[in-house]
Every structure is written in C-alpha cells, then in structure tokens.
C-alpha cells in the first residue's frame, strides 16, 4: 500500500455535496482504502465550468491503497455523477 493525497471537488448544494461525498467514503472503503486525514479546504471559483457549475467544495484525503486499486477507484469515480472532478497525487514518503 502507498500513501496519496485525493483532492475531490463537490458540488456547492448541500444535498449533492453529503451524498457524493458519502458515496466517495463507501467507494474507498470497499477497495480496501484507508483515509489518514481530511482537509476542508473550502469553496472556491473553478478555472472553468464543470458540469454548468461555476463554484465547488474541495476536500483532500490522505490516504493509503494498493496501486492497483486506482484504476478501479477511476472507473467508479468516472460514474459519480455528483463529484465534479478528482485527482489522485502519489505522496512520496
């Protein structure tokens, strides 16, 4: 397992923001993903519009999971359709 950093961008809606966000935890957990700390890093004004929004919520996890994982994690992310974007950062220890 190896340490990387997943910043997640959220829709502002509460609604959308708790149930994305629930869903991201569950996804990680059932792949064996273990989250070492969370950031709020707040809302903030894209670069550019993602899916007709202007603003998100971003949130950074710290976490470790086998590299073999991330594909299936990339594919699963891909179908949330209430995450904005995502990107997974390998932490070099």
């Known amino acids: 397992m190896r340490h990387y950093e997943l910043t997640a961008i959220f829709p502002l809606e509460e609604d959308?923001?708790?149930a994305s966000r629930?869903?991201?935890l569950k996804d990680l957990g059932a792949n064996g993903a273990e989250i070492e700390k969370t950031d709020e890093l707040?809302?903030?004004d894209l670069a550019?519009?993602?899916k007709k929004k202007r603003r998100g919520r971003y949130v950074r996890y710290t976490l470790m999971v086998d590299p073999a994982k991330l594909a299936v994690l990339d594919r699963?992310?891909?179908l949330n359709n209430n995450l904005l974007k995502y990107l997974f950062v390998k932490v070099d220890d």
Request: aromatic fraction near 14%; proline fraction near 0%; hydrophobic fraction near 25%.
């Open 76 to 78: 699963i992310f891909k």
């Open 22 to 24: 629930e869903q991201l």
């Open 48 to 50: 550019y519009e993602i």
């Open 42 to 44: 707040g809302d903030r």
């Open 16 to 18: 959308q923001h708790q």
